[in-house]
């Protein structure tokens, strides 16, 4: 008997939709080390109107069915402000993306990946960067290295075969993310402490956590200080005003006050460093859903966080503050704060950094000067069309 055919049509409607966010659940059900997503995250992930990304990107979700069933989905997007930056800088004219990949097998991977290109061809791109899903800032990459552990909070968890069907369809690495995860009840070598010691005594400079009474002006303190530090990295793409507001809105339950540091020099906001406790710990048991009794949990461990890992996402130096000691100085005084209150406050033991491109020689160094290892890597490829 021969086998069935795999179809790939675009989601039409809102069983399509459902059927699309569903099939992650039932593909990677059995795998101890994949965190489900709440339903509804991923619902307003891929609804124009709720989320911001959609306002500068062109989306397309698909699905392919073999038999009538589903079995595989993919999302094909461009993003309007990556099409500026320059081609230097990983994005750039004529580059679209694809992501969300979820595939039952390497057939139905492969018919998704070329649908996905063939939408990209027909909206004039030329290359193709991905997986990302959707944006560089949600879950970038594919990957490949730490699949024995659970994602921290904010990073992917895809499986290890998908990493043979991307690289067998002539896609190469563009770009590889490391996070580094390092034990945190033990004092920095004994060189950080004395850096740590220097920036205290020195009067121009005030390390201080977060204000919530003050949300909204920090968050913008935060994300102009980032959008400057980040401006000339691989993959950059700029935060428009309504994913500033709407990042805010999303990380507001999970902020506390003494995991996220702004360093002041002369008065002046010139670096930051934000950590989150691991929603993924509480997240994990949950299989997706808040009922019947997963709100309850949520909304306790929210309360008071008590948290095994704590994620430090974003980190940033004024660009014009770069490559100096007082940079290097302002992050080790960050993240011995933040270590200490995770430690005693909310009963950490283990720190993740990340993610890191491969090439930032400052973020590398500092993760290796606080004796961190990579733990996880994930590769971003890239293909001609």
């Known amino acids: 008997m021969a086998a069935a055919e795999i179809t790939v049509a675009p989601v039409a409607n809102k069983a399509d939709l459902n059927a699309f966010i569903d099939l992650a659940y039932r593909l990677n059900c059995s795998d101890p080390n994949w965190v489900p997503p709440l339903r509804m995250d991923m619902a307003e992930l891929l609804t124009p109107g709720k989320n911001p990304f959609f306002d ?49 097998d390497e057939a139905v991977a492969a018919a998704l990946i070329g649908a996905a290109e063939d939408w990209l061809r027909a909206q004039g791109m030329t290359r ?14 594919q990957l490949t290295k730490g699949f024995d ?5 904010m990073m992917g968890h895809q499986p290890q075969r998908y990493q043979r069907y991307i690289e067998s369809l002539a896609y190469t690495p563009a770009k590889l993310l490391r996070t580094y ?13 004395r850096v740590v010691q220097s920036g205290e005594r020195n009067a121009k400079i005030n390390v201080r956590g977060v204000d919530k009474s003050k949300f ?26 309504k994913e500033i ?22 008065g002046e906001p010139v670096a930051f460093m934000m950590t989150l ?17 997963g709100w309850a949990k949520l909304l306790w461990w929210l309360r008071m966080p008590r948290s095994r890992t704590m994620r430090v996402p974003l980190m940033g130096v004024l660009k014009k503050h770069q490559s100096s000691r007082l940079a290097s100085q ?14 005693t406050r909310y009963g950490a033991t283990r720190g993740e950094i990340g993610w890191v491109l491969d090439d930032n020689q400052g973020m590398n160094a500092i993760a290796d000067a606080i004796e961190s290892t990579v733990n996880k890597e994930y590769t971003i490829y890239e293909k001609r069309l």
């Open 56 to 104: 500068h990107a062109r989306v397309q979700l698909m699905l392919a069915r073999r038999g009538g069933a589903v079995v595989g989905r993919i999302s094909a997007h461009i993003d309007e402000l990556a099409l500026t930056q320059p081609p230097e800088q990983g994005m750039g004219p004529s580059t679209g993306n694809w992501g969300l990949l979820e595939a039952e």
């Open 128 to 141: 193709v960067l991905a997986p990302l899903s959707m944006s560089v800032w949600e879950e970038p990459g």
């Open 149 to 153: 552990h659970p994602p921290t909070v």
């Open 181 to 193: 995860e390092l034990d945190i009840t033990k004092e920095f070598p004994p060189l950080i402490q």
């Open 216 to 241: 909204d002006d920090e968050a913008a303190i935060i994300l102009h200080i980032l959008n400057d530090a980040w401006s000339d990295n691989w993959g950059f793409v700029p935060f428009t005003d």
């Open 245 to 266: 507001a709407y990042a805010g809105k999303k990380f507001k339950p999970i902020v506390r006050e003494d995991l996220i540091m702004i360093a002041e020099y002369e």
């Open 277 to 293: 406790p691991n929603l993924n710990e509480v997240l994990q048991p949950l299989g997706g859903s808040l009922f019947p009794l």
């Open 330 to 343: 302002l992050a080790f005084m960050m993240i011995e704060y933040i270590r200490r209150a995770a430690t």
